[in-house]
């Protein structure tokens, strides 16, 4: 589930790209629980959450107990499953 979200979120990034520069994209919580709450994130932000596949952009509370937090933010975590990989 996490995936597809993640796939959502690369199409919502790039309609985005399409209307325009932005302050921040609006993207879907990426938990896997399907919960449907949209977090804003810096360009700089979610750019740097896409560095490395298994890594998603979720809310607080909304990480799972196998995932490691990688960064904390106020209103939103970067979070890893397993061993994240640069992605080429």
Excluded: K
């Excluded at 993640?6 to 990034?13: I, Q």
């Excluded at 909304?62 to 979070?79: M, N, S």
């Amino acid at each position: 589930m996490q995936r597809l979200l993640r796939e959502v979120n690369e199409t919502v990034v790039e309609v985005n790209r399409t209307l325009g520069p932005a302050d921040g994209i609006d993207v879907l919580c990426e938990c896997g629980d399907a919960c449907g709450t949209f977090l804003t994130l810096a360009p700089d932000d979610y750019a740097r959450v896409r560095s490395a596949e298994g890594q998603f952009c979720v809310l607080p509370g909304h990480e799972h107990a196998d995932a490691h937090v990688v960064e904390r933010h106020e209103r939103w975590l970067l979070v890893a499953a397993g061993d994240p990989q640069p992605v080429p």
